[in-house]
Nanobody, 126 residues
Framework: QVHLVESGGGSVQSGGSLRLSCAAS???????MGWFRQAPGKGREGVAS????????????FYNDSVAGRFTISQDKAHNTMTLQMNNLEPEDTAIYFC????????????????WGQGTQVTVSS
C-alpha cells in the first residue's frame, strides 16, 4: 500500500519560486509519479509526471504545456521522494497541488492515477 505526503506549499509573489516535495511510503517500483493541481472552481489537471524504469532505460517526464520550461519534476528512488521545482510562478498557478502514483504510460488522464496525497496549497499573488 503506497501512501503519499506532500510538503512545501506556500505563498509567493509573481515571478517567485517554490519547491514541492512528495514523500512516499510503500513500494513505488514501476509506478508513475506525478503532480496534479486543482484551482478553485476548476477540475483537477496534470502538471508533471515522471517514470523511472526498474532496471534499464532512461527516465521519462511529461509536462503540461502551461508549465513547461518553468517547472521541473525529479525523483529520488533511493529515498522514495519526488520534487517539483516551480520557477517564474504566475497567479494562474494558484491551486492545491497533489502528489499521485499511477500506472504507465504516465499520461494525465485521471483514471490511471490511483493513489493521492492530501494536497498542499500554492498561492501566487500579482
Amino acid at each position: 500500500q503506497v501512501h503519499l505526503v506532500e510538503s512545501g506549499g506556500g505563498s509567493v509573489q509573481s515571478g517567485g519560486s517554490l519547491r514541492l516535495s512528495c514523500a512516499a511510503s510503500g513500494d513505488t517500483t514501476g509506478k508513475c509519479m506525478g503532480w496534479f493541481r486543482q484551482a478553485p472552481g476548476k477540475g483537477r489537471e496534470g502538471v508533471a509526471s515522471i517514470y523511472t524504469p526498474y532496471r534499464v532505460g532512461s527516465v521519462s517526464t511529461f509536462y503540461n504545456d502551461s508549465v513547461a520550461g518553468r517547472f521541473t519534476i525529479s525523483q529520488d528512488k533511493a529515498h522514495n521522494t519526488m520534487t517539483l521545482q516551480m520557477n517564474n510562478l504566475e497567479p494562474e498557478d494558484t491551486a492545491i497541488y497533489f502528489c499521485a502514483a499511477g500506472h504507465a504510460p504516465c499520461f494525465f488522464d485521471l483514471p490511471r492515477w490511483d493513489v493521492w496525497g492530501q494536497g498542499t496549497q500554492v498561492t501566487v499573488s500579482s
